[in-house]
């Protein structure tokens, strides 16, 4: 029983390069985050998704693109990376809102 | 904009020592959440805290949601070098946001 599984674990990309994350789950959750995580300060949601088909903006949505084709699949892109983006990205599943979350282990992506 | 201020930010006791941990809040939360991050890995649920006042029991760990619930703390009971870590607490609001303290980073030294 994987959980949540996050692909690819590191990436580096130059500015201005596009790229996918994808976030797999067999926990059968409806709700789907990401969020990145960067040195003080804390956990930021920057899409989110409450079902198949569906997506919606979170609090640092800027420079991010998200789809939910499948309900186990949730792809976070970016379009034309910045070093701003550099950071910790985590994808987190749970059953119902405000739930406890359960997260992947981490794409660590460096944009220089 | 509604904020979850942890405190302190970073902590380095000795083993066997005690620690408390704060998240504070002018925002009233439905419940709060505990998780607990080691490097390379996504964070772990540790406890849910949902009544004003109450108080939860994990082994050495004791938390703590005020009774206004605003706040919360996190008491850990001579640590030992496995509590090493990073804290988070998040606050779930009336409105279905789920906020963040920045986190709190441990170290205990054997």
């Known amino acids: 029983n994987a959980g949540v599984t996050q692909t690819p674990k590191f990436r580096v990309l130059k500015t201005g390069q596009s790229m996918t994350l994808l976030c797999a789950q067999d926990m059968n959750h409806e709700y789907m985050y990401w969020y990145r995580q960067d040195p003080g300060m804390g956990l930021r949601l920057i899409h989110y998704?409450?079902?198949?088909?569906?997506?919606a903006k979170g609090e640092v949505p800027d420079g991010y693109n998200v789809s939910r084709l499948k309900k186990q699949n949730f792809l976070l892109g970016l379009e034309s990376a910045a070093p701003s983006q550099t950071s910790v990205y985590f994808c987190a599943t749970s059953d119902g809102i405000n739930s406890p979350l359960h997260f992947g282990n981490g794409t660590r992506l460096t944009v220089t | 904009t509604q904020l979850l201020e942890q405190s302190p930010q970073f902590l380095s006791i000795q083993e066997g020592e005690n620690l408390t941990v704060y998240c504070n809040s002018s925002?009233?939360?439905?419940?709060l959440q505990w998780y607990r991050q080691e490097p390379g890995e996504g964070p772990v649920l540790l406890v849910t805290v949902v009544t004003g006042g109450e108080v939860k029991k994990l082994k050495r760990l004791t938390f703590q949601f005020g009774d206004a619930r605003k706040d919360s703390s996190l008491h850990i009971t001579a640590a030992q070098p496995g509590d090493t870590g990073l804290y988070l607490c998040?606050?779930?609001?009336?409105?279905?946001?789920?906020?963040f303290g920045q986190g709190t980073t441990l170290q205990v030294k054997p």
């Open positions: 925002s009233v939360f439905s419940s």
């Open positions: 998040a606050g779930a609001t009336i409105t279905g946001k789920l906020i």
């Open positions: 998704s409450v079902g198949e088909g569906t997506t």
